[in-house]
């Protein structure tokens, strides 16, 4: 039996702005790049599946002088609050612990040299993490419907990731794990093995899925990985409601819906990340043997939000207990490799996106979207096939990208600045259009400019 | 305190990206909630073939050129030619957009045989079930460029729709969109089959239950 942790990570590409990527370096990638060396350190393996989006690489390797500017901001405005808090002891107490943290971030980062991609390459060049893609611009595939829209945002992610890794990823986690029937044949023409699926993918598959959620199914000939629902909404629970663990970018706990606020302490919630690992362990190993009862190898895929240390703390934690009890880790990769006989079907039409298809996506408020899409994606393939300038195609192809981003529909239906998400994303539209009329050079020069993502992309993509 | 003014001096020499304020509103609105359409069950049939157009003809009248929707961005989204296209967004529903041209709407016109009176625009749903029997549902659309989600009974539903004109018993498509089959609820019947790391297909390894590890799965799934 063999437990896959699965954790992602996406920005929005939004040059110029940093913000975002500072905290997710501070609050992401540091603390798991700090926990995943400490077990390197002890020698305990750590195979941990990091999905890092194109455009969160983009904005890591582009912004990484405003990122490091970030942090010191950051540290210097936690090195404020200690003296602000110095005649007020519990909080006083509490900014120290908080400097501490950020402090021994901003040391690794340092170490670093501000490249944290660099440190995930070099782990998963030693084997000790799978780093798997997403798609290129976290495009929603089930809404994108025609192939060529989905081998662009396919095979612009994959290359996308081989340039910042030096190899093809073996996976992807496709956003909200949307899948509609089309999608294998796509992931199969760029290379990949594996794909992450909702677990009612597999559960209504067009075939009885013999194991159920405990092995992938194979599909066009790539594996169909789905998590285990049960164990990853127990870890989402903890991070939402946990009340030790800090409530984000403030020193206060998670206590909840009350006014009676109590202080962080990194002590406590550190412990009781270490708790939660055993306890999850525990869950694992009954749940496995329950599986065990009717299938030799399960593989549970559990999918994790490392958006903060006590997250960072847990994983770390996991792989301890997992080493200390001798029960396997792995990732969909590996556990590929170990060439066992899967169960070959098609997936259901899914996604872990509320209500489990695109619903969220394509709500009353956004659904205009969908047919600017695929007209746009319609024209960029005519285009593609003429064998219009390849300049303007790329850009072109990148402004559709953007457009199809599932950030929009997502920020309309969550109330989230409305009118920015519909301004930019008419902006990408309109700009696509531009350029595939023809726009003038100065035009095509500014929006390479302003929108500088993905130097390796090929239009041709969308021509085949 | 050396370690900070060094910082401090770093930090005020490099440039830093102006905050913007994130502004927050209610989401958006969503437009009025379309006409529910019209069933009418038929014994099962083929979709009619849409007639093959007559030309030349003269254009469609100014009054079916219904202007785009208010709501709808600036954008260049006239293609220029018919048609009509179906998407599926959940296992009850599905989103259907469409635009006619007036040369399209025209033919169809024509193709009535001259017919003025009781004509009418609508998009009609050919409803495929697990029965394979189709019904064929019908809802007035009245615009020439439009999206609208339609919502169904059962899940799991082939889908095909056109649009078209109306009158009596008789419908002329101007567009008809590709077939999408909607998301069932529980596993299909297709054969088990297994596969190893090359392709090869093998029997289903001995003693493997086909249910129990189902049940497991969804005890899980919705615990």
């Known amino acids: ?464 | 305190m050396a370690e900070r003014k060094k910082r401090e001096k770093k930090i005020a020499e490099a440039p830093v990206a102006p905050a913007k304020p994130r502004a927050r509103r209610k989401p958006a609105e969503a437009p009025a909630a379309p006409a529910k359409p019209r069933a009418r069950r038929k014994p099962a049939e083929a979709p009619a073939p849409l007639p093959e157009a007559p030309a030349p003809l003269p254009e469609a009248p100014a009054a079916w050129r219904t202007p785009a929707p208010a709501d709808w961005p600036a954008l260049p989204v006239v293609t220029g030619h018919d048609h009509i296209v179906a998407v599926p967004i959940d296992a009850r529903s599905a989103l259907l957009y469409w635009e006619l041209t007036s040369e399209g709407l025209t033919r169809a016109r024509a193709s009535l045989g001259g017919a003025e009176h009781g004509v009418e625009l609508i998009l009609r749903l050919y409803l495929i079930g697990r029965g394979d029997e189709t019904e064929i549902r019908d809802a007035p659309v009245g615009v020439w460029l439009g999206h609208r989600r339609i919502s169904f009974d059962h899940d799991g539903l082939r889908l095909t729709a056109a649009v078209g004109f109306r009158a009596g018993d008789g419908f002329v498509g101007v567009a008809r969109s590709n077939p999408v089959q909607l998301p069932h609820a529980g596993p299909g019947s297709d054969p088990v089959r297994f596969v190893d790391a090359s392709g090869a297909r093998h029997p289903v390894p001995a003693g493997v239950e086909t249910e129990a590890l189902r049940r497991l799965s969804a005890a899980e799934l919705f615990r």
């Open chain 1, 1 to 464: 039996m063999s437990l896959a942790l699965v954790v992602e990570h996406h920005l929005p590409f939004a040059p110029g702005d940093a913000r975002a990527a500072v905290a997710a370096t501070l609050g992401v990638h540091l603390p798991l790049l700090a926990a995943l060396r400490r077990l390197e350190t002890d020698a305990v393996r750590s195979p941990l599946t990091v999905v890092l989006s194109p455009t969160a690489l983009a904005m890591l390797e582009r912004e990484r002088d405003a990122i490091r500017v970030g942090v010191e901001t950051t540290l210097l405005q936690a090195d404020a609050e200690v003296e602000r808090t110095r005649h007020d002891a519990p909080m006083h107490a509490t900014a120290v612990q908080l400097r501490d943290l950020l402090d021994a971030h901003f040391r690794l980062f340092e170490t670093l040299g501000g490249d944290v991609v660099a440190e995930y390459r070099r782990l998963a060049d030693l084997d000790r993490v799978e780093v798997a893609t997403t798609t290129a611009t976290r495009g929603f595939l089930p809404l994108l419907q025609d192939r060529a829209a989905l081998r662009g945002q396919v095979e612009v992610a994959v290359a996308e990731h081989t340039r910042h890794f030096g190899r093809p990823p073996a996976g992807i986690r496709p956003p909200a794990c949307g899948y509609a029937p089309g999608c294998e044949e796509v992931f199969a023409e760029a290379g990949l093995r594996w794909f992450a699926v909702a677990p009612h993918g597999l559960l209504d598959a067009a075939s009885p899925p013999v194991f159920g959620v405990f092995a992938p199914v194979v599909a066009g000939g790539v594996a169909a990985f789905a998590r285990h629902e049960g164990l990853t909404r127990e870890i989402e629970a903890a991070a939402a409601r946990e009340p030790t663990w800090r409530l984000p970018d403030t020193p206060w706990r998670q206590t909840g819906p009350t006014p009676h606020k109590a202080l962080y302490d990194a002590a406590a919630a550190r412990a009781r990340a270490t708790e939660l690992a055993t306890t999850l362990i525990d869950r694992f190993e009954g749940h496995s043997e329950a599986v065990r009862r009717h299938m030799q190898s399960p593989i549970f895929l559990v999918e994790l939000e490392a958006r903060r240390d006590e997250a960072a703390w847990l994983i770390e934690d996991l792989f301890r207990r997992l080493h200390a009890r001798r029960l396997e880790a792995t990732t969909p990769a590996a556990w590929l490799a170990g060439g066992r006989l899967l169960q070959e079907t098609r997936p259901a039409p899914s996604s872990t996106a509320p209500g489990g298809h695109a619903k969220a996506l394509c709500t009353p408020g956004s659904e205009w979207i969908v047919p600017h899409l695929h007209h746009a994606a319609d024209r960029l393939r005519s285009l593609a096939r003429e064998g219009a300038d390849r300049r303007r195609l790329a850009q072109a192809a990148r402004e559709l990208l953007l457009a199809q981003a599932a950030d929009w529909p997502e920020r309309l239906h969550r109330g989230d600045d409305v009118d920015g998400a519909v301004a930019q994303l008419r902006d990408h539209l309109a700009a696509f259009h531009r350029l595939a009329d023809g726009a003038e050079e100065s035009f095509l020069a500014e929006r390479e400019a302003r929108w500088p993502l993905f130097p390796a992309l090929d239009p041709q993509a969308w021509g085949r």
